[in-house]
Every structure is written in C-alpha cells, then in structure tokens.
C-alpha cells in the first residue's frame, strides 16, 4: 500500500514534443505528491509539486495533472528539450514525512 | 546559499568494515532524511530526523544500520559489518520542516561500493 508505481520506465521524445509520465499509488493518506529531476551523479531535485485538493498545476514548461478518485497523477513536459533529459522521479508523503519515490522513467530528449 | 552536503562523495570498502557516511544539512532546516538508492531504482526511504530525535527509522533494513544527529544539524550513517549488497548511493535530504509543504532538498549522494 505505500508503493508508488510509475510509468514508462524509459521514454524517447523528439525536442519540441511532449513528454508524458504517469504514476498511481494505493494509500489514501498520501498529502503531497512532488516530481523529481535527477541528473547522472546528482542527487535528485524537486520539479514541481502537487496538493489532493487541486487537479492541475503548471509551472513553466512543467504541469501536474491529479485524479484523486483514480488515485494517478502525470507528469507533462511541454515543448521538451535536449537539457530535459533526465531521470523523473513521483514521489508521495503523508504529512511531509516518509516521501515513497517511484522507480523513475528515464527521459531521452532527441535534438 | 549552500546546499546539503555529504561527504564522502565515493567510498570503497571491503566486506566487514565499519563505514560512517556524514551529511550537512541546509542551515535552518530541522528534517533531516536518509535514503538509499540502487542503480535504476528510486530512493528508498532509511531513516528521518526531526530535531535530534529519529522520528522514523522503519526503513532501516537492519540492525547494521544506525544514524545519528546529536546537535540537530550534522547527521551521520553508520553502517557496520558491510556486506556487498550495501553497495548503493546513499542520499541525504534536507527540509525546513517536516510537513507536507516542505520539499525535500537533497545532497549529491555518498556511493558506497563494498568488494
């Protein structure tokens, strides 16, 4: 019940297109769902971030969209970009404690 | 302002040895988390700090596992007797508070490799 599936694992965009990944979780008590960007040999840093009573969020290129009854949230990278590849990673907490991360989609934007 | 640091950013060690892994949280912030990530895996959740005080250690996968926060900023991970399946990037977060509205701010990762 604390996992966080996500999908695709590994996705391959021309530069321009839009780079979708999706992600459902089982608990119910899960508050706060943020998206991470990690780069090779670097720690993973936060994206944009979404609360259960809002169903879109858009920051920049970057927007969240939330289905609380089907409990899945996404990821949209609008007009992608060689320097958005990267390793995604949705994430989920109860009250900003123990965040559960999915297994990451690795991104490829082509030029 | 400075980020989370962590130190060492490689360690080799062999099987059996005792390693300590340390983490600078960003000034101010009073969370302090650890999470282990294998290759091609997401970070997986050890141990959370709130103040001096593990506020959660269910993640730990073991008793070889501890951490420590004394002054409720530095942060060190102790692993003892490593085995070979230890061998991960062990990643340090850091947030202003744990609550929902406190994004985690993490380092760049200790990678420990166990021969």
């Known amino acids: 019940q604390q996992q966080v599936k996500q999908s695709p694992q590994s996705l391959i965009v021309q530069k321009g297109g839009i780079s979708i990944i999706n992600c459902a979780y089982e608990?119910?008590?899960?508050?706060?769902f943020p998206w991470y960007q990690q780069f090779p040999g670097k720690g993973p840093a936060l994206l944009i971030a979404i609360r259960p009573d809002v169903s879109e969020k858009k920051e920049g290129r970057f927007t969240i969209s939330f289905n609380k009854s089907a409990k899945q949230f996404s990821l949209h990278i609008m007009d992608s970009q060689p320097g958005d590849s990267a390793t995604y990673f949705c994430a989920a907490s109860t009250g900003g404690q123990n965040f559960v991360f999915g297994p990451g989609t690795r991104l490829s934007v082509l030029p | 302002g400075a980020g989370v640091s962590q130190t060492p950013s490689n360690k080799v060690t062999e099987k059996g040895k005792y390693v300590e892994l340390r983490c600078d949280p960003i000034?101010?912030?009073?969370?302090l988390y650890w999470y282990r990530q294998s290759l091609g895996q997401g970070p997986e959740f050890l141990i959370y700090f709130q103040g001096t005080g593990a506020a959660d250690d269910s993640g730990l996968p073991n008793d070889r596992f501890f951490a420590v926060r004394p002054e409720g900023s530095v942060s060190t991970l102790k692993i003892q007797r490593t085995e070979r399946g230890d061998s991960a990037v062990y990643l340090c977060a850091s947030s202003l508070n744990a609550r929902g509205n406190s994004p985690l701010h993490f380092g760049n990762g200790t990678r420990l490799t166990v021969t």
């Open positions: 000034s101010g912030h009073t969370a």
């Open positions: 608990n119910t008590a899960f508050d706060y």
